[in-house]
């Protein structure tokens, strides 16, 4: 006998999707939506489409150096991301692969790092970077994150799916461990890489504190600090901020629909 009440448990879960849907999209909506209106019409809430969009391209293209910016962000970017995918997933490698007396203490070491907040670090940090000269240098934005404690734990726990198999078959076979890493390991866990490659690229890409600490001039800038000072100026043109949001959120989308079917697999733990 069918519930009564299944209907409306339906009907009800519908709802919740929809308003959960609406509060995901909204914001991309009236981000696109202001680019296309004046400040004046973005300032009173006007959410249909206008037409100043290629006006305000036009003020974004003269107030910033966009070609600079853009060269800075995707640098910045896409070395982390390669240094930090190479480093930590050699950690979570060696932390699931090799055994020691003391594996588990020091990974739990490192998971407990995660709990200090990074407002800790900062002076410490800047301090140590001051002292090597690194100020005002892309080395200071991307060596602070090429070891991360988060992707080092994903890659362990990925790793616990590696059929050691292939590891046994590889080493009969005369492959020495970085051959095993990079002709064996790394294929076969490729949907774990791209899911980590979406992850660390949107945490490069929309870093905002620590550029804005050692990044002096406007020279080192990324497109995202550069994006966020257009808000700080005395009458800010909010149809020009809109344009420079939707910019900046471009790249993170394109990287994600591109490996968005790889980013489920790694997700769920899926080998290959």
């Known amino acids: 006998m069918s519930n009564p009440l299944a209907p409306i448990g339906r009907a009800a879960q519908y709802v919740l999707l929809a308003l959960a849907a609406f509060v995901s ?10 680019a296309t209106n004046t400040s004046a019409d973005v300032t009173l809430g006007k959410a249909s489409f206008g037409t100043a969009l290629f006006d305000n391209i036009g003020k974004l293209v003269t107030t910033l150096d966009l070609p600079r910016l853009m060269f800075n962000s995707f640098f910045i970017a896409g070395v982390g991301t390669a240094l930090t995918l190479v480093i930590s997933s050699l950690a979570g490698y060696g932390f699931e692969i090799f055994r020691s007396r003391f594996r588990e203490k020091v990974f739990a070491g490192l998971l407990l790092m995660l709990s200090v907040p990074f407002a800790a670090l900062m002076i410490p940090l800047f301090i140590m970077m001051a002292n090597l000269k690194l100020i005002n240098t892309y080395q200071a934005i991307i060596l602070p994150s090429v070891a991360s404690i988060f992707i080092i734990f994903y890659f362990r726990q990925a790793t616990k799916a590696f059929p050691h198999e292939l590891r046994d078959a590889a080493k009969i076979d005369g492959l020495k461990e970085w051959q095993i890493f990079l002709f064996v390991y790394m294929p076969v866990m490729r949907s774990t890489y791209a899911a980590a490659t979406i992850i660390v690229f949107m945490t490069h890409w929309n870093n905002y504190l620590w550029p804005l600490i050692v990044l002096q001039t406007n020279e080192m800038k990324t497109l995202t600090l550069a994006t966020a000072s257009l808000i700080s100026a005395y ?8 344009v420079g949001a939707i910019l900046a959120t471009l790249p993170t989308l394109i990287i994600f629909f591109l490996l968005q079917r790889r980013f489920v697999e790694g997700m769920l733990g899926a080998v290959k």
Not at 25 to 34: D, E, L, Q, R, T
Not at 235 to 242: A, I, K, S, T, Y
């Open 235 to 242: 009458v800010p043109d909010w149809g020009v901020v809109m």
């Open 25 to 34: 999209i909204f914001p991309f909506y009236w981000m696109v939506v202001g």
